[in-house]
């Protein structure tokens, strides 16, 4: 039976959560493989809006399993406080399971995270604060603590005396910061033991079992594409591998079990934070943009930058996760813009690209080549097939389906959890 993963094809905030919550009813895991609690997965069920940040969307959905998988960096107050708030609003948590390998966020983590921004000044990322890299700097650096290690006290304070020992360098010498003791951070997370126990599992097992036994497990990748620390826009990326090769690395389930590779991707691009954005709008359209689709963060606030969708990187983002499908979201907040441009190409100091620039220098120097599709002015929240749209909608999205490396199986009209088209099943 399959793995299924659903992959972030832009920036992030491409509508990553409601694709999770529509398949969430016929899946029996969601698994979040990468990222933390810089992620905000927004679901809309029956007219009620859930903000997920650290938990996997499908936990919303009443038959599956939720799993934090082994590639997730986990800050157990975020954890608790977001597992208390859905509770408060009548969710059921408690098939809620977490890996043991898993790294935790510490304190420090966030505190590096602040300080390190604003030392790099102009060349600052805009990350979420969440502490997110630093997290994932110790791990890579072998100073990581894991969810197993809170539940033995001596290895606890043997990890984080290491850690603390470069960290408090650091803060003190070079960030002027006071410098943190080995027992406020022992005792910060034991204080999370008791609670966190019973979710704690061999997630690796667990899922792939689940999978031997005809079982469909879901990955819900967090953050996108060109924030991958590999295949993004580095260095304005985050510290984890949101594609779909990374999501079998958080989760443990192999390459050879994933059945299919779904990207979302937005009817036009945003982005939140710093770095290199070809098609973004800097006039009235940008506005425009973020007005009529409600481009703010989940997670910080922030305004999301706006601009044309970008079939450039869509190809790109079908090459890297090897895309069975594109799930295109937000179509209806393009209704009513009387022509449309897409982006086909970027013309790099006179050099006409088709595909993505291999180095940073071009990427910044792409001036985006565009084609221009006529808009539609009718409604189309209520649309429920591709005859359903008016004529230009329908032409737009064969399109940009035409222009992206993968077939365009659903497409969001609306974020309630039902105003989706489905061309194909993205399931079976
Ligand atoms: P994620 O991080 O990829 O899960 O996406 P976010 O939740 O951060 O941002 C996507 C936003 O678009 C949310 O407010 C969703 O409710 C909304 N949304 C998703 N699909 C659609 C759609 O097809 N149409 C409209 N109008 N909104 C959508
Ligand atoms: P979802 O899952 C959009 C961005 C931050 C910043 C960069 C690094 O909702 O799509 P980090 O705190 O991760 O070190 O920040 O990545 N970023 C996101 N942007 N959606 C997200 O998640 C993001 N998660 C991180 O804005 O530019
Ligand atoms: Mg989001």
């Known amino acids: 039976m399959p793995a299924i993963v659903i992959v972030g094809a832009q920036w992030g905030d491409e509508g990553k959560g409601k694709a999770t919550d529509l398949l969430g009813s016929r899946v029996d895991y969601v698994v979040k493989p990468n990222g933390g609690n810089n992620a905000g997965h927004t679901v809309v069920v029956g007219g009620e809006k859930f903000e997920l940040k650290l938990l996997p969307a499908g936990i919303l959905s009443p038959n599956a399993t939720p799993v934090i998988g082994n590639g997730v960096v986990v800050n ?3 954890l608790f406080e977001e597992i208390d708030g859905l509770e408060a609003r009548g969710a059921d948590t408690s098939r809620l399971r977490v890996s043991a390998n898993a790294h935790l966020v510490a304190p420090y983590h966030q505190t590096m995270d602040k300080v390190t921004e604003r030392f790099l000044g102009k060349r600052a990322i805009g990350t979420t604060g969440r502490g997110i890299g630093p997290t994932y700097m110790d791990k890579v650096g072998r100073l990581g603590i894991r969810v197993q290690d809170i539940f033995d006290e001596s290895i606890l304070r043997q990890k ?15 960030y002027n910061r006071r410098a943190i003791t080995v027992e406020e951070i022992a005792e910060y997370f034991l204080s999370f033991c008791e609670r966190l126990r019973p979710m704690v599992v061999d997630s690796t097992l667990l899922l792939n079992e689940a999978l031997d036994e005809g079982k469909v497990v879901l990955m819900e990748g967090g953050q996108a594409t060109y924030l991958d620390v590999d295949h993004g826009t580095y260095p304005f990326v985050t510290s984890s591998n949101p594609t779909a090769g990374g999501a079998s690395v958080g989760s443990g389930i192999g390459p050879t079990r994933i059945t299919r590779s779904i990207g979302i991707v937005k009817a036009y691009t945003t982005r939140v934070g ?16 973020q007005k009529t689709g409600g481009e703010f963060g989940v997670n910080t606030g922030r305004p999301r930058r706006c601009g044309w969708y ?24 393009l209704t ?5 441009p897409v982006c086909v190409g970027y013309d790099v ?21 565009y084609e ?35 077939p365009f199986s659903a497409i969001g009209v609306g974020p309630g959890r039902d105003q989706v088209i489905q061309v194909r099943d993205l399931i079976s």
Request: hydrophobic share 40%.
């Open 76 to 78: 157990l107050e975020a």
């Open 160 to 174: 984080i005396e290491g850690a603390l020992r470069q960290k408090n360098e650091l803060l003190v010498k070079l």
């Open 274 to 289: 710093a770095g290199p954005f070809p098609t973004e709008l800097e006039d009235k359209w940008g506005e425009y943009l």
């Open 310 to 333: 970008d079939a450039v990187m869509a190809r790109y983002a079908a090459r890297i996760n090897g895309f069975t499908d594109y799930f295109l979201t937000k179509l209806d907040v």
């Open 336 to 340: 009513g813009i009387e022509e449309i």
């Open 349 to 369: 100091d006179g050099t006409l690209h088709h595909q993505m620039p291999v180095t940073q220098t071009e990427f910044h120097h792409a001036v985006p080549v």
């Open 372 to 406: 221009t599709f006529p808009g539609w002015e009718e409604d189309i929240t209520g649309c429920r097939s591709l005859e359903d749209l008016p004529e230009n909608a329908r032409a737009y999205v064969l399109a940009l389906e035409e222009l992206s490396g993968a």
